[in-house]
């Protein structure tokens, strides 16, 4: 059974900094394109960032360029997004999905820039 499992979320402050992890049990992992969404409530889900398998291209929204950086270690099949300089409207529930064919997803880790 496909899993994939974020964490990391919790709340932060404006201008802080969050590490969210996705866990995937997935075969083949090297070859699936890794994804970040996120939505907020009233709104569409959202692409933050996508990294392709071999980890050598990566794509973020301009609305957190510079800002967020997503890696993977195909090695322990792991995908992270490290946020810094978080700022109100990056609040949302965060996903992670699989894509190679099929697309898995994720349940999603909350995430809330408060002070």
């Known amino acids: 059974q496909v899993q994939l499992v974020e964490s990391g979320g919790g709340l932060v402050q404006p201008g802080g900094s969050l590490r969210l992890s996705c866990r995937a049990s997935?075969?083949?992992?090297?070859?699936?394109?890794m994804r970040w969404y996120r939505q907020a409530p009233g709104k569409e889900r959202e692409l933050v960032a996508a990294?392709?398998?071999?980890?050598?291209?990566?794509n973020y929204a301009d609305s957190v360029k510079g800002r967020f950086t997503i890696s993977r270690d195909n090695a322990k099949n792991m995908v992270y997004l490290q946020m810094n300089s978080l700022k109100p409207e990056d609040t949302a529930v965060y996903y992670c999905?699989?894509?190679?064919?099929?697309?898995?997803w994720g349940q999603g880790t909350q995430v809330t820039v408060s002070s």
């Open positions: 990294i392709t398998g071999a980890g050598g291209r990566t």
């Open positions: 997935l075969i083949n992992f090297s070859r699936y394109v």
């Open positions: 999905d699989a894509a190679w064919g099929t697309v898995y």
